[in-house]
């Protein structure tokens, strides 16, 4: 099992950058595929970016391709989404979570692929 918290969220002005991390628990989380969803107020929660065990593998929505970047360090059971040139439609809570089992880019955007998530941060892009 591994326990996931989230942090970095906040307000920025469109075209700024945020960097999320995601802090795991336990001694196992490298053995997770882990990535992010996010939910904006009255949308559906929406798939935003996941990356393999080792790190080999990245996915990512074609919304944030280019702009958003996951990352993981093993070592310190911590997980990152770099958020360049942000806009106002990437305002939404951001989950982290956790997957037992091997993805791929389909696999990915599933939630139900994913056993454990965090309790979620905010990030707002202002105009």
């Known amino acids: 099992q591994v326990q996931l918290v989230e942090s970095g969220g906040g307000l920025v002005q469109a075209g700024g950058s945020l960097r999320l991390s995601c802090a795991a628990s336990?001694?196992?989380?490298?053995?997770?595929?882990v990535g992010w969803f996010r939910q904006a107020p009255g949308k559906e929660r929406e798939f935003v970016a996941a990356i393999s065990q080792g790190g080999a593998s990245t996915y990512y929505a074609d919304s944030v391709k280019g702009r958003f970047t996951i990352s993981r360090d093993n070592a310190k059971n911590t997980m990152y989404l770099q958020m360049n040139s942000l806009k106002p439609e990437d305002t939404a809570v951001y989950y982290c979570?956790?997957?037992?089992?091997?993805?791929?880019?389909?696999?990915?955007?599933?939630?139900?692929?994913?056993?454990?998530w965090g309790q979620g941060t905010q990030v707002t892009v202002s105009t």
């Open positions: 979570n956790a997957a037992s089992v091997f993805l791929t880019a389909y696999t990915a955007t599933q939630q139900t692929r994913y056993a454990y």
């Open positions: 336990g001694r196992t989380f490298s053995s997770y595929a």
